[in-house]
């Protein structure tokens, strides 16, 4: 069954606590990003990485890290250095061309 | 990179034709317009993808002008599970693949 796996779905840190998301895809695809949603807004770019690695800084890299060890894997770290590290993270793919992504089911990660 | 204006919510009816238009006037040649829809607490998923023209599929019609400058996604006869925030985006795989989300449309469907 292809797809993008998140896990876990509800993670919940203190603050001051590193925490790792986990994305893994089986789809083959080169591309991998990371994207960070909040309340009644549109994605933002964290992070992404165009083949095993390498990765390049979206938007808002800062308090995060990534690596991209393996095709199938891209795992996020949210670090104590973020600020607000509450909300909606998601994952996706593209294949070549990236026209068009993927998304895994997201992680909502509350941090109190 | 190109930026997209869309409408932030919209209702209709069961049964009826909704029409979401997008404006990107600075949208570049090798840009492609794509379509999203994003139900709560899932990931995106894809639409409808098109260059000029019309390009329809099993679920919608998207509609571009000659000059590019916009674009009018079409679903025909909604229902209620079309309920979702519909995103439009321009980008290139040339742009580093770096896709612009803006806060997307949220479309209401009544009974």
């Known amino acids: 069954d292809g797809g993008i796996t998140q896990s876990p779905k509800y993670l919940f840190r203190k603050e001051g606590q590193n925490v790792t998301l986990s994305c893994e895809q089986n789809?083959?695809?080169?591309?991998m990003y990371w994207y960070r949603q909040d309340p009644g807004q549109g994605l933002r770019l964290i992070y992404y990485?165009?083949?095993?690695?390498?990765?390049q800084k979206g938007d808002i890299a800062e308090g995060y890290s990534v690596s991209r060890e393996k095709k199938e894997s891209f795992p996020l770290t949210v670090t104590s250095a973020q600020k607000n590290p509450t909300a909606f993270y998601l994952c996706?793919?593209?294949?070549?061309?990236?026209?068009?992504?993927?998304f895994g089911p997201g992680t909502r990660l509350t941090v109190t | 990179l190109a930026k997209t204006t869309q409408p932030i919510s919209m209702d209709s009816y069961e049964g009826q034709e909704v029409n979401i238009t997008c404006s990107h006037n600075?949208?570049?040649?090798?840009?492609?317009i794509t379509w999203y829809q994003q139900f709560p607490s899932q990931g995106p998923r894809f639409i409808i993808q098109?260059?000029?023209?019309?390009v329809t599929n099993e679920v919608a019609s998207l509609f571009i002008p000659a000059d590019r400058k916009s674009s009018t996604l079409s679903l025909p006869r909604v229902s209620l599970s079309d309920t979702a925030v519909y995103y439009c985006?321009?980008?290139?795989?040339?742009?580093?693949?770096?896709?612009?989300w803006g806060a997307g449309t949220k479309l209401i469907i009544k009974p």
């Open positions: 600075n949208i570049a040649t090798n840009d492609y």
């Open positions: 990485s165009q083949i095993v690695n390498d990765f």
């Open positions: 098109g260059y000029k023209t019309k």
């Open positions: 789809l083959n695809h080169d591309a």
């Open positions: 996706a793919t593209a294949d070549e061309g990236g026209y068009e992504q993927y």
């Open positions: 985006l321009v980008g290139a795989a040339d742009s580093n693949y770096q896709l612009i």
